[in-house]
């Protein structure tokens, strides 16, 4: 019987975040526009984003910083692959510890590795050159959270754990920064993202239903599709801002 593969590897996906390529490519396009030298990913994941923009910045030298090895390995094979191997530098370990100024900072869903929100913007503003931009992406409600949704979604989770939309613009602006772009994700990619997260142990799970770590993993993904389905669907949103 085949090995049961690891949760969240995300091998589905072309982005570790509710973000549609075309979304993706608009984002990368608006970065290196001002012809960045170089550019930070903190909490990258596999670096696509990253490295869309230095595809689209000849000139720019890009390193992305994530905990999760895997992540790291496959940043590297994919920048290699496309000639991008010599201008990207991937780091396994916490952004924490590999903190650098840039010309462009990327903060997707990552925010966490630096503390709060407000502790976050406030420590990737010291990391930008001046004329710098920052991608900041994160969670916030789209409406406040019951007391009964809450109890459908992670263990412990509460309404303090999020902010709304407005509030989230208004710690950017707190930490000095001007909000560029403000924008939100669709429905669709939020559908792409919990589908593509769960597809590789799904399809694993239909091939290998007897197999002695099924029932824990099926427990765990019907676990993990209820909390979208019925936790946080259509009340957490997901922004991304462009922040300058």
Known sequence: MADAPRPGT?????FMSPLSGERADRLAAD????????????????????????????GARGTGVDE????????????AERGLAERATFVHGPA??????????????????????TEALRELRALLHPGGRLLFAAEFWE?????ARLALMWPGMTADDCTD???????????GFRPLRIETATRGEWEEFESGLAADREEWLIGNP????AAEIRAALDSQRSIWLRGHRDLMGFAYLTLG
């Open 143 to 147: 409406q406040p959270p019951t007391a």
């Open 10 to 14: 995300g091998r589905h996906l072309a």
């Open 31 to 58: 970065l290196a526009r001002r012809r960045p030298g170089t550019v930070l990913d903190l909490g990258c994941g596999w670096g696509e984003l990253l490295l869309r923009i230095l595809a689209l910045a000849p």
């Open 96 to 117: 924490k510890e590999h903190l650098s100024s840039a010309d462009v900072v990327i903060s997707v869903g990552a925010y966490h590795a630096l503390g709060s929100i």
């Open 210 to 213: 007897d197999h002695p770590e």
């Open 165 to 175: 939309l407005a509030g989230l613009v208004d710690a950017a602006i707190a930490a």
């Open 68 to 79: 999760h090895e895997h992540d790291v390995t496959r940043g590297r094979a994919n920048a």
